[in-house]
């Protein structure tokens, strides 16, 4: 069989598995571990565990649970409600103040969790129900929210980030430096639309109900401030080079989890049985997906599918900007039925070669391809945070959820234009803070 026709049957299998929900983890090793089998016998059987293995034994994927503890521990505490509340406090008297609130809340929160479900299900159970309160269209409140929580994965610290650093032997430290600047960016495009969309609709201060006193807005950013202030040297040890992805990934969970002892009382076995029972649920899953996904990998290669792809698109004689282009659809098709850890896993042999030879820089690319994820995200037939913020607001429907989210995703596919238009607007902060990259 021809590397193009293997390729055929591997995706023709895939899809089907996809179709009938197997879980990810199990379609990329079924169908690894079958190609194998009919391409070199059943002695291929015998390097299926070392492969898979391989797959996870990287000192870097100590910072994966780590950081996945850290978002549990935080999740799992009341500090979204008490961000919420602080940002509300602050943005009471700006016209669409509270949608720009759940914004600014979900922005710090995916900072903190590093989760785009988390940082819609804690912000989205306080905002919701307050913004349509004070009379905000549901689509609007409901959509800000799915939106504004794609931001977990992009900004800092962010698991899909440490994934692709590992996949692609990158610096996870100047993948972080290089979602921050892009993530406030999406952050202040999705402020200025809601800013925009209230003042069209004519809501503004007449929708404010109290006003309160500096005291008040004061009150609540003593639990609030620890977390920011852990995320902040988590950041800056990584950049500093006083430790490792993994060692800060260890110190921020511990420290989180006695900061949500301490500050909210949750010293009870009960609320840290949930924390850590969250975290080995989700982080056994992404280590399942890591493993079968080298073994996906070895697998493609073994069959020339990766090089035949490749070389495929390489000898397209287009634009450079073309080919990202089409690698961009075909992201953003993928994102719709795909989280971001699979979709990363399974491209990334096959597009990192392509995008070299064409000059484009891996970081960059890696800032490009979560904004496709996060887009992924907030659009059907798979769209997590829309089933996320249906599930906490079931009185919305899942259209008017979707159709509040896409103006939000005419903002990230802004956000991606200036990108390709700028790419200095990812590369500033890694390049200043850690130097050129070689």
């Known amino acids: ?15 089907v598995l996809l179709a009938v929900g197997t879980p990810i983890a199990f379609t990329l090793g079924f169908v690894a571990v079958g190609a194998l089998i009919l391409s070199e016998g059943w002695f291929a059987i015998y390097g299926v565990s070392e492969t898979f293995f391989a797959g996870l034994a990287n000192f870097g994927m100590v910072s994966v649970p780590m950081f996945i503890l850290m978002g549990a521990a935080v999740a799992s505490s009341p500090a979204g409600k008490d961000l919420y509340e602080a940002l509300d406090r602050w943005l009471y008297r700006v016209p669409g103040g509270m949608v720009m609130s759940n914004i600014g809340a979900c922005a710090l929160f995916a900072a903190l969790s590093g989760s785009s479900p988390a940082t819609c299900a804690a912000i989205g159970k306080m905002g919701i129900p307050e913004m349509t309160r004070r009379g905000y269209p549901d689509s609007l409140a409901a959509g800000s929210i799915a939106a504004g929580g794609t931001l977990g994965i992009l900004i800092p610290p962010s698991v899909t980030m440490i994934v692709y650093g590992i996949s692609t032997e990158t610096s996870i430290g100047r993948l972080f430096l290089a979602g921050l600047a892009p993530g406030l960016m999406l952050t202040g495009l999705f402020m200025i639309w809601a800013l925009f969309d209230c003042w069209r609709r004519g809501i503004g201060l007449s929708n404010v109900t109290r006003h309160f006193s500096l005291a008040e807005r004061l009150e609540k950013l003593p639990k609030v401030l620890p977390f920011l202030i852990i995320v902040a040297l988590i950041l800056f040890v990584l950049y500093g080079g006083v430790a490792t992805p993994s060692e800060a990934a260890g110190t921020g969970a511990l420290i989180c989890l006695v900061l949500v002892a301490v ?61 990202l282009l089409v ?67 079931p009185q919305i429907s899942l259209r008017d959820i979707l159709m509040g989210s896409l103006p ?22 890694p390049d200043l803070i850690m130097g050129a990259a070689i």
Do not use: H, K
């Open 1 to 15: 069989m021809s590397p193009s026709m293997a390729g055929l049957a591997v995706l023709v299998t895939i899809l």
């Open 263 to 323: 500050i909210y009382r949750m010293w009870r076995a009960g609320p840290m049985v949930n924390v850590f029972r969250d975290t080995i649920r989700e982080a056994v899953m992404i280590m399942l997906i890591l493993g079968a996904a080298e073994l996906f990998a070895f697998a493609l290669s073994s069959l020339f599918i990766t090089q035949t792809v490749a070389d495929a698109i390489a000898g397209l004689e287009v634009n450079r900007w073309v080919l």
């Open 327 to 393: 690698i961009n659809i075909f992201l953003l098709v993928a994102g719709c039925f795909l989280p971001p850890v699979a979709i990363i896993l399974m491209t990334a042999p096959i597009l990192m070669p392509i995008l070299d030879s064409a000059g484009f820089d891996p970081y960059w690319f890696a800032v490009i391809l979560t904004i496709n994820m996060e887009i992924g995200l907030i659009t059907p037939p798979v769209g997590l945070n829309l089933y996320v913020i249906n599930g906490i607001a």
């Open 408 to 429: 939000f995703v005419g903002m990230m596919i802004l956000g991606m234009l200036l990108l390709s238009l700028f790419p200095q607007i990812a590369l500033f902060l």
